[in-house]
């Protein structure tokens, strides 16, 4: 079952301008992560934030994560056209005797030139 | 380069045809996961590999059949498939699939389109 929510599901911003992407779930969590995927390509990690934590910051990237409400944002900042691709959050979950990540429907986000 | 590599990148098949999809991990990892992503559907597990152990098969119908041979090659055997199979699908592997925490690594995708 779907577990990660991304909002919004699409974005368009200018070149320079910061984007910040929501994602909500709906059972408790070990930690999120957050993912990109370019058109038709296979997914890249980009960064873990555990439960315990509040931000995390790589690079342009920061993570936010807020267990009460259940919800993860990340935003980019100073965007670039090359940060053009959809983003998805995943949540661990346990099932059986695996850990396996939940991926959400992502956000598909353009930055424009 | 992610270190996971999937081949052959396109398929195109006729529902009476039997294909398979390939996976080789060069990254030393235990687990590995088949993936389906279509269309405007979040990204949907179907199979867990720990230890060359099938430990996860999440309702997949049997026209999948998913084979580890050792923990760097993953295949998923494709027969008499749909329409509706048509999708991108994703090999991933991770350090071990009961590790909380761990970093999932994909390969590019195998896109696969069922005439």
């Known amino acids: 079952s779907q577990q990660g929510e991304e909002d919004p599901q699409a974005l368009s911003i200018q070149e320079g301008e910061n984007a910040t992407m929501n994602c909500s779930y709906k059972?408790?969590?070990?930690?999120l992560q957050w993912y990109r995927q370019n058109s038709g390509r296979g997914l890249v990690h980009l960064i873990l934030?555990?439960?315990?934590?509040r931000e995390k910051h790589s690079g342009r990237l920061r993570v936010t994560l807020d267990t009460s409400k259940k919800s993860s944002s990340l935003l980019i900042t100073a965007s670039r056209a090359a940060d053009t691709a959809s983003y998805f959050c995943a949540t661990d979950a346990y099932g059986g005797a695996t850990n396996k990540l939940i991926f959400g429907t992502g956000t598909l986000l353009a930055v424009q030139p | 380069e992610t270190g996971v590599t999937q081949t052959p990148r396109h398929l195109v098949m006729g529902m009476t045809n039997k294909k398979s999809l390939k996976c080789e991990q060069h990254?030393?990892?235990?687990?590995m996961y088949w993936y389906k992503q279509s269309a405007k559907k979040p990204l949907e597990l179907m199979f867990v590999y720990s230890l060359e152990e099938r430990v996860e098969n999440n309702s997949v119908p049997s026209r999948f059949s998913p084979e580890c041979p050792n923990s760097s090659h993953l295949f998923l055997h494709l027969h008499t498939l749909q329409p509706e199979d048509s999708a991108l699908y994703l090999c991933a592997s991770s350090a071990l699939a009961v590790d909380s925490g761990n970093t999932i690594y994909f390969g590019e995708g195998s896109w696969l389109t069922v005439v």
């Open positions: 934030i555990r439960s315990n934590e």
């Open positions: 059972t408790s969590i070990n930690n």
């Open positions: 990254l030393g990892h235990n687990a």
